[in-house]
């Protein structure tokens, strides 16, 4: 798997751009005092991103064709785009982190437990973008399934929204309930180990997904 | 080494049925028109397309069972498919050098200078016979045991194409147990290095043989109706309507030649075969 991970690590260099961006766009945010949950999203997802625009490189020249006939197996394929993505991810949530550690020590931020807690809640919603990203950008090419991912966190946001909305004018007490549990859920010493257990069973069932896809797609 | 045995494939309008060998020693040619099939055979081969039916053998396994060392003894040229435009040599030889164990650093940057390819340049500021160069020296320069070259001369000039087909001959000389499964549109190419060539044809194999024997013994024989009427057909294969009669494929000229001097036989190029094979009648 070695030659794959050094075969999207020279890839960096066209990401380049990109993480100058959001270097660029986190520094302003930081000295002008943006609520610090936006920015330490902002970082997170965009880095989860990432690892799917390795997979539209691999795609450019007919390339995935070509990457099939090297020496490894179609499930090692999948895993190193996983473990590329987990990486990238990894290191936007330092990055965060450090950017919160910043504007907590200026003053602007919050305290470091609801940094840590954010920052946590965001490497969690990457992971699940990572998890829902790669399979379909292997079923339907990396260019679609982007679209198919926005779309669909589109799709569950204004069903949340909406959701929300429906219970507030009709059920009252039971939205009230629900914003109850999920703040306790939030405050709970549970909220940590919860994420990381719910992340590995949806990445290891995302990974079987993206497995069976690639092992049945023809080139 | 290489064993393709019916292999099927069925598409809309298409269906492939093939079956050939690539033994040890030997460099195989695979021609046809263009859609004959080529390139599904070569895909199919290296389980890029799942079959319908028939196998692949690959070193006397079946080629989905490869291991990882078996598959880093494969050199593979694709039609249309090689490293992302937005890669440099210079990245290309750190992917392989993490890829294969046996990369051959030194010969691949040696052929890289001697062909003139910048190191410092995206893939998508190179010709297309510069990629072809690039994809053929990443197929050769592993240490592999069998080379499945799709098209590799596509898009070369003359010389690039005389210099390429002569590293092939010096790839097999380096180790006689080696073998080559390349394809062409330009069937010179194929003349001239080939132990033996398929001809693909609508998706089947319609004609085997040595190139020598190709070259020597197949010809066109051009007579009037009166002598086609009369003539022994035991050894033409195609015959196809001209103006002055017709123009029949033979595998035996040399018999045409000895016992019909009033017919007219000119050896055939791999060209007038194909041209022959495809687009003559049944004799």
């Not at chain 1, 450019?60 to 190193?80: D, H, I």
């Not at chain 2, 030649?257 to 791999?270: F, Q, R, V």
């Amino acid at each position: 798997m070695k030659g794959l991970l050094v075969k999207d690590l020279c890839l960096m260099r066209e990401l380049k751009k990109m993480v100058l961006i959001i270097v660029f766009v986190s520094a302003i945010f930081v000295f002008s005092g943006t609520d610090q949950a936006f920015l330490t999203g902002y970082v997170i997802i965009l880095s989860a991103l990432i690892a799917g625009m390795t997979l539209s490189y691999d795609e450019m020249n007919g390339g995935m064709a070509f990457l099939m006939t090297l020496p490894y197996s179609r499930k090692q394929y999948v895993a190193e785009k996983y473990l590329i993505g987990l990486l990238i991810i990894a290191l936007g949530v330092v990055y965060a982190l450090a950017l919160a550690v910043i504007q907590n020590l200026t003053g602007g931020g919050a305290d470091m437990k609801t940094t840590l807690l954010t920052t946590a809640v965001c490497a969690f919603v990457g992971v699940i973008m990572l998890a829902f990203s790669l399979p379909a950008d292997l079923k339907f090419g990396a260019e679609k399934g982007r679209v198919m991912l926005i779309f669909g966190f589109m799709i569950v946001f204004f069903g949340i929204f909406f959701g929300f909305r429906i219970l507030e004018n009709n059920f009252p007490d039971q939205q009230a309930a629900i914003i109850r549990w999920l703040n306790d859920a939030l405050m709970s010493r549970y909220i940590y180990p919860g994420c990381i257990i719910l992340g590995i069973v949806v990445l290891g069932i995302s990974f079987l997904l993206a497995c069976r896809i690639l092992e049945k797609k023809e080139f | 080494m290489l064993k393709v045995n019916k292999i099927e494939k069925n598409y809309k309008n298409f269906h492939l049925d093939c079956t050939m060998e690539v033994p040890a020693g030997c460099i195989t040619g695979l021609i046809g028109e263009n859609g004959a099939g080529k390139s599904t055979t070569f895909k199919a081969i290296e389980n890029l397309i799942f079959l319908d039916g028939g196998s692949v053998e690959l070193f006397g396994k079946p080629h989905d069972q490869l291991t990882a060392e078996e598959k880093q003894k494969i050199g593979v040229v694709l039609s249309g498919s090689t490293f992302s435009d937005v890669y440099m040599i210079k990245d290309v030889v750190k992917i392989l050098e993490a890829v294969y164990p046996d990369f051959e650093k030194e010969k691949f940057l040696s052929l890289v200078e001697r062909f003139r390819l910048p190191q410092d340049q995206k893939l998508k500021e190179f010709s297309t016979g510069m990629k072809a160069k690039l994809k053929l020296f990443i197929a050769l320069c592993h240490n592999a045991s069998l080379l499945i070259l799709d098209e590799p001369t596509a898009g070369m000039d003359v010389v690039a194409r005389d210099e390429v087909l002569t590293l092939l001959r010096e790839y097999m000389e380096e180790d006689e147990r080696r073998a080559i499964l390349i394809s062409s549109h330009i069937s010179g190419d194929l003349e001239g290095l080939c132990d033996d060539i398929y001809m693909i044809h609508e998706g089947r194999i319609v004609l085997h043989e040595d190139t020598d024997r190709l070259l020597s013994s197949y010809g066109l024989l051009k007579m009037t109706e009166e002598r086609f009427a009369t003539v022994d057909r035991s050894h033409l294969l195609k015959k196809k309507k001209e103006s002055y009669g017709y123009s029949c494929l033979t595998d035996e000229i040399h018999y045409y030649m000895e016992n019909y001097p009033d017919i007219t036989a000119e050896k055939g190029s791999i060209d007038e075969i194909i041209m022959m094979t495809v687009k003559g009648e049944a004799v």
